[in-house]
């Protein structure tokens, strides 16, 4: 039986357009719109969303909220919402959009809710397409707006001045990404430096893709969030590993390190094992936040204790 606060949550959600709500109500209304399957009310809640963070794991962490229900749909609901505020205030510089608090979705706990609920994994990957099609909707939308409208425009005496950039949003996330995935992820995060949305991956996992792939969107990542990297079935040579790892010291809070299922493939011309195992230890070393440590199948898995020497 719901209760008596459910109830009346029903009768708010039931009313169009969305009464005026306190902003201790919304956590209750996000709830229930989700249960409930109600994705234009989640968007609604979203583009009125009264603080300045929502975290969304925060708020479906109910075993209940996240059961059968196709998750997708409402990740897309809430990203669309927040590419929906940050259009409007693109196309309306002029306008005060001082009543709008969001500047933080977080999503870092949503994909590992969903991995252990998801049998195929089809979600967590799908949460990633999500987040990548909206960046690049949203800094298409800005090309096209700087191109239809001057950047700059006449002030109160008459001089130039810029045109007002909208403060922006940033999405704290995992990303997983895999072969059939890379280039749209890239494309996205390639836009970060000019776009209102701003993507900081706490968690990458990357299945299935060259070496030289995980280099770039490790360079496309901001530095000061990403705390761990999966790799997984990868068919890396040394060389590709000796690729990878000097450009994880741009990441001061990295904490984990594995490569799982990882075949290392010996074919390869390689340079001498003992001088391959110093290089490994010398760029770990350089990893200051570095807690935990997997090398898979690889070589290197029989010498971890030369490497941590």
């Known amino acids: 039986m719901d209760s008596l606060l459910l109830l009346c949550a029903r009768c708010i959600l039931a009313q169009r357009p969305l009464p005026h709500i306190l902003p201790g109500l919304y956590p209750v209304l996000f709830q229930l719109a989700f249960l409930d399957g109600k994705h234009v009310v989640l968007r609604d809640l979203v583009a009125a969303w009264p603080i300045q963070v929502l975290d969304f794991q925060q708020l479906v962490r109910r075993r209940e909220l996240l059961g059968d229900h196709p998750h997708i ?38 994909s590992d809710s969903l991995c252990s609920r998801s049998p195929d994994g089809v979600t967590i990957w799908s949460s990633t397409v999500a987040l990548a099609k909206a960046f690049e909707e949203v800094s298409k939308h800005q090309q096209d707006f700087q191109r239809r409208e001057p950047r700059r425009h006449k002030g109160p005496s008459g001089a130039a001045v810029a045109a007002l950039q909208p403060s922006g949003v940033d999405v704290h996330a995992n990303l997983y990404v895999r072969k059939d995935s890379y280039r749209i992820l890239r494309n996205a995060l390639q836009t970060r430096a000019a776009s209102p949305l701003r993507l900081k991956c706490h968690k990458l996992y990357a299945e299935n893709i060259s070496a030289l792939k995980v280099v770039t969107l490790l ?91």
């Open 219 to 309: 360079e496309c990542l901001y530095p000061s969030f990403l705390q761990r990297v999966e790799l997984w079935y990868n068919n890396f040579g040394l060389t590709e590993l000796l690729l990878i790892l000097p450009h994880l010291s741009r990441f001061p809070e990295l904490r984990s390190l594995k490569l799982l299922d990882f075949s290392m493939n010996t074919r390869r011309r390689t340079p001498d094992l003992a001088i391959v195992i110093r290089c490994v230890a010398r760029h770990l070393g350089m990893l200051p936040s570095l807690r935990e440590l997997s090398l898979g199948s690889s070589q290197l898995s029989g010498n971890l204790r030369h490497i941590l020497w």
């Open 73 to 110: 749909d409402y990740i897309e609901a809430v990203i669309q919402a927040v590419v929906a505020q940050l259009r409007q205030e693109l196309e309306e510089p002029g306008c005060d959009f001082s009543k709008r608090r969001l500047r933080v979705l977080d999503m870092t706990g949503l």
